[in-house]
């Protein structure tokens, strides 16, 4: 067993690029979150509806079934540091339009639905870029280190970003979390301009985007491993994730709070996710990444079912911690994997292969979640959506042969 080392856990901040990229994204990835939270908050202080907070998650996530496969191809036939600036800049726009509504006092759901399917459009092209770009800000040697570095990042983002949401929404309205938003989005575009990135010449010749996209996806599905962890990870993101989306609903109905009990349970999750990142980034062993990302599946069904039946915030907040490790102890360990067998011409598609079916199954399970909620209760569909992860966790034992090929 590779003995574990400190100073390993953030050995690829030694390059510079990574380090301006950290930073960028630690500010940009803030404002992020306060949105999502202000914006889930604001729909149901709108509508009381869980049914309208799964159509707009159903809007925001309907992008990446729809582009981002086609955001992978484009990752790999152009700059991705310039692609990745137009992605962040459209999306800062974006911030500043909602913002703008909000103070006029005009916003309405359907302005919130269409807007976030804009942004989800800028996402499905900037998510294949990003998780395709650390390679060029890092030494190969150092890229697994470096992905659980930028997942930190993000679980930083969902742990400060919702709390201050809930505060900044309470005290000064949902407008000013949208500003900020905007605004944060500088830091990650300054960022990159600054970088020195080495020119280099794509090995993807510039034909039919149609036929590198098959390509990419023949890759795919022949490779058993990658065939495994996608398939889990679409069930993680179709039963697992979007159960976020009643979070609004869940804070308000069965907790009895309000915007600053929704922002606390956000950032609940946030810091068990990043507790799992700074964990696999700890860990230099392919073995016990493995082993993490199976304990992540075992654990989840049974923090679910717990999780329906409590009525009590301090209880329910531990809860989403151990969730939140689970969540993205297997989404972090599935990227590393991955990144590490697919060959550097093909990773952009790849990646937007791994983009689709992470973000691809949250639309569809937000909507179903908003649709079951809205007839059965948040608490029965939590149970539901536990027994499907239960199901998904039994069905290990039958595909442990492929699972011992993973590290």
Same mark, same amino acid.
């Given at each position: 067993?590779?003995?574990?080392?400190?100073?390993?856990?953030?050995?690829?901040?030694?390059?510079?690029?990574?380090?301006?990229?950290?930073?960028?994204?630690?500010?940009?990835?803030?404002?992020?979150?306060?949105?999502?939270?202000?914006?889930?908050?604001?729909?149901?202080?709108?509508?009381?509806?869980?049914?309208?907070?799964?159509?707009?998650?159903?809007?925001?996530?309907?992008?990446?079934?729809?582009?981002?496969?086609?955001?992978?191809?484009?990752?790999?036939?152009?700059?991705?540091?310039?692609?990745?600036?137009?992605?962040?800049?459209?999306?800062?726009?974006? *911030?500043?339009?909602?913002?703008?509504?909000?103070?006029?006092?005009?916003?309405?759901?359907?302005?919130?639905?269409?807007?976030?399917?804009?942004?989800?459009?800028?996402? *499905?092209?900037?998510?294949?870029?990003?998780?395709?770009?650390?390679?060029?800000?890092?030494?190969?040697?150092?890229?697994?280190?470096?992905?659980?570095?930028?997942?930190?990042?993000?679980?930083?983002?969902?742990?400060?970003?919702?709390?201050? *949401?809930?505060?900044?929404?309470?005290?000064?309205?949902?407008?000013?979390?949208?500003?900020?938003?905007?605004?944060?989005?500088?830091?990650?575009?300054?960022?990159?301009? *600054?970088?020195?990135?080495?020119?280099?010449?794509?090995?993807?010749?510039?034909?039919?985007?149609?036929?590198?996209?098959?390509?990419?996806?023949?890759?795919?599905?022949?490779?058993?491993?990658?065939?495994?962890?996608?398939?889990?990870?679409?069930?993680?993101?179709?039963?697992?994730?979007?159960?976020?989306?009643?979070?609004?609903?869940?804070?308000?109905?069965?907790?009895?709070?309000?915007?600053?009990?929704?922002?606390?349970?956000?950032?609940?999750?946030?810091?068990?996710?990043?507790?799992?990142?700074?964990?696999?980034?700890?860990?230099?062993?392919?073995?016990?990444?493995?082993?993490?990302?199976?304990?992540?599946?075992?654990?989840?069904?049974?923090?679910?079912?717990?999780?329906?039946?409590?009525?009590?915030?301090?209880?329910?907040?531990?809860?989403?911690?151990?969730?939140?490790?689970?969540?993205?102890?297997?989404?972090?360990?599935?990227?590393?994997?991955?990144?590490?067998?697919?060959?550097?011409?093909?990773?952009?598609?790849?990646?937007?292969?791994?983009?689709?079916?992470?973000?691809?199954?949250?639309?569809?399970?937000?909507?179903?979640?908003?649709?079951?909620?809205?007839?059965?209760?948040?608490?029965?569909?939590?149970?539901?959506?536990?027994?499907?992860?239960?199901?998904?966790?039994?069905?290990?034992?039958?595909?442990?042969?492929?699972?011992?090929?993973?590290?």
């Amino acid at each position: 067993m590779e003995k574990l080392n400190l100073s390993q856990t953030f050995v690829a901040l030694r390059h510079p690029n990574f380090r301006l990229w950290f930073i960028g994204q630690v500010v940009s990835l803030v404002g992020t979150w306060m949105q999502a939270t202000a914006q889930g908050y604001l729909v149901y202080e709108l509508t009381h509806s869980a049914a309208y907070l799964g159509i707009v998650g159903f809007a925001g996530g309907l992008p990446t079934l729809l582009f981002t496969l086609f955001g992978g191809v484009v990752a790999d036939r152009i700059s991705k540091r310039k692609l990745i600036v137009i992605t962040q800049a459209s999306m800062m726009v974006l *911030a500043f339009i909602l913002a703008a509504l909000t103070f006029m006092g005009q916003v309405q759901p359907w302005h919130i639905i269409i807007l976030a399917f804009l942004l989800g459009t800028a996402n *499905a092209f900037d998510a294949p870029a990003r998780q395709s770009f650390i390679i060029e800000m890092v030494d190969k040697a150092d890229l697994s280190n470096a992905i659980a570095l930028n997942s930190t990042i993000f679980n930083l983002g969902t742990v400060i970003g919702p709390t201050v *949401a809930g505060l900044v929404y309470a005290w000064l309205g949902p407008a000013w979390c949208f500003t900020i938003n905007g605004i944060s989005f500088i830091a990650v575009i300054l960022a990159l301009v *600054a970088m020195k990135i080495a020119s280099s010449t794509s090995t993807v010749k510039k034909s039919n985007p149609f036929i590198h996209l098959k390509e990419g996806l023949q890759y795919v599905f022949k490779e058993p491993r990658i065939r495994l962890i996608l398939s889990y990870l679409a069930i993680l993101s179709t039963f697992g994730f979007s159960l976020m989306t009643l979070v609004p609903a869940w804070a308000v109905k069965i907790l009895g709070g309000d915007v600053r009990t929704n922002g606390l349970l956000l950032s609940a999750r946030g810091v068990g996710a990043l507790v799992g990142a700074l964990m696999i980034a700890y860990i230099g062993s392919k073995q016990l990444r493995l082993k993490m990302w199976l304990t992540g599946w075992y654990l989840m069904p049974f923090v679910l079912f717990v999780f329906a039946w409590v009525r009590w915030v301090p209880a329910s907040l531990l809860l989403i911690v151990f969730l939140g490790w689970c969540l993205m102890s297997v989404v972090n360990v599935s990227n590393g994997l991955i990144q590490s067998y697919v060959p550097d011409h093909l990773r952009g598609r790849v990646m937007s292969v791994f983009t689709l079916v992470f973000m691809g199954g949250m639309p569809i399970g937000s909507l179903l979640a908003g649709a079951l909620a809205s007839k059965n209760g948040e608490p029965v569909t939590v149970m539901i959506y536990g027994g499907v992860i239960l199901l998904a966790t039994l069905a290990t034992y039958i595909f442990r042969p492929v699972i011992k090929t993973l590290a």
